[in-house]
């Protein structure tokens, strides 16, 4: 009674949304012993995809949405069906399948081109098809991209921080001495989140370079041998201050709680929690909480590192992001590397880009990444930063990106001057 009432729920949106193409499809899972690809291809002349599960099965059941979209988004291109193999039973030997799901490509013609068993995600399924010589194209959609800056950054470059673009606070810059250039950072958490993203860096060599500004006289002094008042703001996030004089330091803990350390204190707190994909420091109150098959736990840097720990690890995740606007909570199931779930379905990603010095769009970095819940609040988002360039992808796209690199690269990901 329930299926049947379904089917017919179905068929009366099939019939309001796309006529009588549609209706023709739907018809199909429901005679799906009698529907022969030949047959149902002959009449429609599209290539078809086939999804052999059962509506109990766990795998099965995270291909229902993914079949659905799959379904709306190619309508008039591509048919998409589902046979239950437990409420039908002679399909699966029709078909000659004995893992479930397995998803069958059939040409227009009806000959099988490909079959695959298992999860097998949208961005995979689009792939194949692809490979498969099967050109299909997205509906028109009104995704943003941004290729100029609406307006330029108009900051002195000594005010803004080399590594996150935020502000510089004078009283708590920081600069690394290079060779023939300085850089400056916002303060000393900036200078650590630089120094984790160095190719084998020579420690010592590395922190000589680095000077930061005294709390009291305002005086660059050098990183190692300041005292650092290490406190907590109203939001729980950590807050350095530098000082040349213990004694200043100490009077300061007075009016500000915290812990007077030393730079070798400061160093082992700051490089406490990594990125699980790029390596980078990071505060766990700023980074994306990552589950790894159920029960370890790691964190990203950002929205789009947290998809690449199921790339570095080769492992099942669960992303936990917040809106990179409103904080709202975005969940991602990726499973053999595709999205499986994604909650709430409406969530977007913004990839930040800009062109390098060969006018080729690479990666903005992790501090120019995030996950909306909504199209409408990265709008908002981006509102506010006008100078930002880059485009807005799927959740899925992200991870694919992601999965596609090589160890080598991941390797090199995210370290300075190999954003990707
Ligand atoms: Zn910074
Ligand atoms: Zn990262």
Same mark, same amino acid.
């Given at each position: 009674?329930?299926?049947?009432?379904?089917?017919?729920?179905?068929?009366?949106?099939?019939?309001?949304? @796309?006529?009588?193409?549609?209706?023709?499809?739907?018809?199909?899972?429901?005679?799906?012993?009698?529907?022969?690809?030949?047959?149902?291809?002959?009449?429609?002349?599209?290539?078809?995809?086939?999804?052999?599960?059962?509506?109990?099965?766990?795998?099965?059941?995270?291909?229902?949405?993914?079949?659905? !979209?799959?379904?709306?988004?190619?309508?008039?291109?591509?048919?998409?069906?589902?046979?239950?193999?437990?409420?039908?039973?002679?399909?699966?030997?029709?078909?000659?399948?004995?893992?479930?799901?397995?998803?069958?490509?059939?040409?227009?013609?009806?000959?099988?081109?490909?079959?695959?068993?298992?999860?097998?995600?949208?961005?995979?399924?689009?792939?194949?098809?692809?490979?498969?010589?099967?050109?299909? $194209?997205?509906?028109?959609?009104?995704?943003?991209?941004?290729?100029?800056?609406?307006?330029?950054?108009?900051?002195?470059?000594?005010?803004?921080?080399?590594?996150?673009? !935020?502000?510089?606070?004078?009283?708590?810059?920081?600069?690394?001495?290079?060779?023939?250039?300085?850089?400056?950072?916002?303060?000393? #958490?900036?200078?650590?989140?630089?120094?984790?993203?160095?190719?084998?860096?020579?420690?010592?060599?590395?922190?000589?370079?680095?000077?930061?500004?005294?709390? $009291?006289?305002?005086?660059?002094?050098?990183?190692?041998? $300041?005292?650092?008042?290490?406190?907590?703001?109203?939001?729980?996030?950590?807050?350095?201050?530098?000082?040349?004089?213990?004694?200043?330091?100490?009077?300061?803990?007075?009016?500000?709680? !915290?812990?007077?350390?030393?730079?070798?204190?400061?160093?082992?707190?700051?490089?406490?929690?990594?990125? !699980? @994909?790029?390596?980078?420091?990071?505060?766990?109150?700023?980074?994306?909480?990552?589950?790894?098959?159920?029960?370890?736990?790691?964190?990203?840097?950002?929205? #789009?590192?947290?998809?690449?720990?199921?790339?570095?690890?080769?492992?099942?995740?669960?992303?936990?992001?917040?809106?990179?606007?409103?904080?709202?909570?975005?969940?991602?199931?990726?499973?053999?590397?595709?999205?499986?779930?994604?909650?709430?379905?409406?969530?977007?990603?913004?990839?930040?880009?800009?062109?390098?010095?060969?006018?080729?769009?690479?990666?903005?970095?992790? @501090?120019?990444?995030?996950?909306?819940?909504?199209?409408?609040?990265?709008?908002?988002?981006?509102?506010?930063?006008?100078?930002?360039?880059?485009?807005?992808?799927?959740?899925?796209?992200?991870?694919?990106?992601?999965?596609?690199?090589?160890?080598?690269?991941?390797?090199?990901?995210?370290?300075?001057?190999?954003?990707?």
């Amino acid at each position: 009674m329930k299926t049947s009432l379904r089917i017919l729920i179905v068929m009366a949106l099939a019939v309001a949304v @796309f006529a009588a193409v549609t209706l023709k499809k739907s018809k199909s899972p429901a005679n799906s012993d009698k529907a022969s690809p030949i047959q149902s291809a002959s009449v429609e002349k599209l290539p078809r995809l086939l999804d052999l599960g059962a509506d109990k099965c766990v795998p099965c059941k995270l291909m229902a949405p993914i079949l659905e !979209g799959l379904k709306k988004e190619f309508a008039g291109q591509l048919t998409v069906e589902f046979i239950d193999v437990w409420r039908n039973a002679g399909a699966a030997k029709q078909y000659g399948v004995e893992v479930i799901p397995t998803q069958i490509f059939y040409d227009a013609a009806g000959k099988e081109l490909f079959r695959h068993a298992g999860f097998f995600g949208k961005e995979d399924i689009l792939a194949q098809w692809k490979e498969l010589g099967v050109q299909l $194209a997205s509906q028109p959609s009104a995704r943003i991209v941004r290729e100029r800056p609406l307006a330029p950054d108009s900051r002195p470059r000594d005010s803004v921080c080399f590594l996150c673009d !935020g502000d510089v606070n004078p009283k708590t810059k920081t600069v690394v001495k290079g060779q023939n250039e300085q850089r400056i950072l916002c303060g000393p #958490h900036c200078y650590f989140i630089y120094y984790s993203s160095l190719v084998n860096p020579d420690r010592k060599a590395e922190e000589a370079k680095a000077s930061v500004t005294d709390w $009291a006289s305002g005086n660059l002094i050098a990183a190692t041998t $300041a005292t650092y008042l290490y406190g907590i703001d109203a939001t729980g996030r950590a807050t350095i201050q530098a000082f040349a004089d213990q004694d200043a330091a100490l009077r300061a803990q007075q009016s500000n709680p !915290g812990n007077v350390v030393t730079f070798d204190v400061l160093r082992a707190k700051e490089l406490a929690t990594r990125c !699980g @994909f790029c390596d980078r420091a990071v505060y766990p109150e700023d980074a994306c909480n990552v589950t790894v098959e159920g029960a370890t736990r790691t964190c990203g840097c950002c929205t #789009h590192c947290a998809l690449g720990v199921a790339a570095r690890l080769r492992k099942d995740i669960e992303v936990e992001a917040r809106d990179a606007f409103s904080g709202e909570i975005i969940r991602v199931k990726a499973l053999n590397g595709s999205v499986a779930s994604l909650e709430p379905p409406t969530a977007i990603a913004w990839f930040g880009q800009k062109k390098d010095d060969d006018g080729k769009w690479v990666s903005a970095g992790c @501090f120019k990444q995030g996950f909306f819940v909504s199209e409408a609040n990265l709008r908002k988002w981006l509102k506010a930063r006008p100078a930002m360039t880059g485009r807005q992808i799927t959740i899925a796209q992200a991870l694919a990106d992601k999965m596609k690199l090589s160890p080598e690269q991941i390797a090199k990901a995210c370290k300075l001057g190999e954003c990707r």
